[in-house]
């Protein structure tokens, strides 16, 4: 980091606002918010983070940054900004599309219809939003075969096609009884709010009589309908006695990604999802948050908006016109672990079809060996994480025949902080003296994060140890990216970056940056916390434990009353507490 920088950094406010980081070029590549500018840009620049924010890092040459009066104002500042500049890190979750609606309109002869807006019209109801077009198109289509609704916008003076495959009463060339669209009317209000079992019902009575009267095609065709019916009413096993209208939203990240998934309930039916996959470069929570609220710039509100209970919504009650739930049991909850559940899996599967294709990484495999001029099999990476030499840690990955071990994984809490290369050295030594000891077998290479010093402090601690082992580093380009090999020889071997095997390492090493930072962030927080409580008066060891186990959580417990603490620690302390979190937290 240049001087510049650091002096920047270094006179930054500590006021709420937003933060726009810009290249060489002076453009705009990431734009975020912060309660507090001076700790959260300063975050970019210190310590260890995970190859993607690595990546972002090392194109950053200045920021510039606006100062709010609030938080909410960051917010709402942010996702106008993200839409101006469109940076090429942020997430960008705003499209055009609009959702469409199934129209009633309440003329003397009503037509039904798919539109995209649902105007403020008063000789016309409007059902919906559908998430997808191909939903609300479906549905019409049954209506259209079960009630002959008009369908010309401009009465013509004799009937069309419609009328001879009976999907319109050709008003305009015969008396239809008004009766006759008033009945058919309440139908299809009846059914486009959930209410279908009468309709299958008269269609089965009618599939039998079609039946009896050996009329075979015809009652195909009530089969057919009753089908289709049952398709698009189709609650997934999932029981809502309220038939509410619901959005629910949740999310899951891993591997540098974040996978979000909507689900749209209308009348207790899962018609649509929306799903995005998408690399993350900033915190996980930021980034779901600005795309729930980038995803209503365009899209309409339901009556109900269901959230991960863990996610603090105080921001997003003052910003979105809707009301939000965060259940923890019931129709709402388990609408929100399937959409964790498929946000998960959808991530998982993006990368189990890259591990499953057993060719390519048999070809990877095969052109490491051939690199290294060794047959490779078991591999395994490390990768070091601290903060300015605290909550010194150190993760350790394992690769066989290309594929991730995970019950191989291991994380190392190290001693003080005496440099990278005493760090490395004093985890190959715990790890290698313990596989000794226990005469278990070793990998075939050590791939380390780093270049020609940290394969010397390896094999240093390899050769005291009477270990002949292969020692390679990942090294990056002048932009920090992934770039080539270095041996023991301090040589480069260079990699395609068109190769499979380039693809395999780039994965390896998100993994084991992945690994390292989780557990560095678990230490940190955990000492944080514990560091707090620590420090009230009138908590020891005895009182600190009777809290804990009391509200299993150290969220839970500073959401708790005055009153609910003090039925745990009594009144005097409780008071100490209560004021203590609310204050520094």
């Known amino acids: 980091m240049n001087e510049y920088l650091k002096t920047k950094l270094s006179n930054l406010t500590k006021e709420p606002g937003c933060y726009l980081m810009k290249d060489k070029d002076n453009n705009i590549i990431y734009v975020g918010k912060a309660k507090n500018l001076h700790n959260r840009v300063n975050q970019y620049f210190v310590g260890s983070h995970d190859f993607k924010t690595t990546k972002l890092v090392s194109n950053i040459h200045d920021f510039d940054f606006i100062v709010t009066k609030s938080e909410k104002e960051a917010l709402v500042l942010e996702i106008n900004l993200i839409k101006k500049h469109r940076p090429k890190y942020n997430i960008m979750f705003i499209d055009d599309k609009s959702y469409p609606y199934i129209k009633l309109t309440k003329e003397k002869y009503p037509r039904l219809q798919v539109v995209r807006e649902a105007k403020k019209d008063r000789n016309s109801r409007y059902f919906g939003p559908y998430p997808d077009a191909s939903a609300a198109r479906k549905t019409l289509d049954i209506l259209n075969k079960l009630y002959p609704f008009r369908k010309c916008k401009n009465m013509p003076n004799k009937t069309c096609l419609y009328y001879h495959i009976k999907q319109c009463l050709g008003p305009c060339e015969y008396s239809v009884d008004p009766k006759i669209y008033e009945n058919m009317a309440n139908n299809v209000i009846s059914f486009l709010n959930g209410d279908n079992e009468k309709l299958i019902r008269e269609l089965n009575e009618k599939m039998i009589i079609a039946a009896d009267e050996l009329n075979f095609e015809q009652a195909k065709e009530y089969n057919e309908l009753i089908k289709a019916i049952e398709h698009i009413s189709d609650k997934q096993d999932i029981q809502n006695e309220n038939n509410a209208n619901l959005d629910a939203f949740n999310y899951y990240h891993d591997k540098g990604y974040i996978s979000i998934q909507g689900l749209f309930v209308r009348h207790g039916i899962i018609l649509e999802k929306e799903f995005k996959l998408i690399p993350l470069y900033g915190d996980e929570v930021e980034e779901f ?297």
């Open 289 to 585: 948050v600005s795309f729930v609220i980038q995803y209503y710039e365009h899209h309409p509100f339901s009556s109900q908006l269901v959230l991960p209970n863990q996610l603090d919504i105080s921001l997003l009650d003052e910003v979105l016109d809707v009301k939000i739930f965060q259940p923890q049991k019931g129709y709402r909850q388990k609408i929100l672990d399937m959409a964790y559940k498929n946000a998960k899996e959808q991530l998982e599967l993006k990368f189990e079809n890259q591990n499953k294709q057993n060719s390519l990484l048999e070809a990877s495999v095969n052109e490491f060996s051939a690199l290294l001029n060794k047959e490779i099999h078991k591999v395994e990476l490390y990768d070091n994480s601290h903060i300015q030499g605290t909550f010194n840690v150190s993760a350790m990955v394992v690769y066989e025949d290309g594929l991730p071990v995970k019950k191989d994984y291991r994380l190392y809490k190290l001693q003080q902080y005496q440099g990278d290369t005493n760090s490395m050295k004093e985890v190959i030594y715990r790890r290698y003296y313990r596989l000794l000891m226990e005469d278990k077998a070793l990998c075939d290479c050590i791939i380390v994060d780093g270049g020609i010093m940290q394969i010397k402090a390896v094999k240093e601690v390899l050769d005291s140890l009477n270990i002949d082992m292969l020692v390679v580093g990942l090294v990056k380009d002048d932009k920090h990216n992934t770039a080539n090999l270095v041996n023991d020889e301090n040589k480069i071997i260079p990699i395609d970056k068109d190769s499979n095997l380039f693809f395999l390492l780039t994965r390896m090493q998100d993994e084991v940056h992945r690994f390292a930072i989780s557990y560095h962030r678990k230490l940190r927080t955990k000492a944080q916390k514990a560091s707090i409580l620590d420090e009230i008066e009138g908590i020891g060891p005895v009182r600190k434990k009777k809290l804990l186990n009391h509200f299993k959580s150290f969220k839970k417990l500073k959401e708790a009353s005055e009153e609910e603490i003090a039925k745990v620690v009594g009144k005097d302390v409780a008071i100490n507490v209560f004021k203590t979190l609310h204050n520094e937290l």
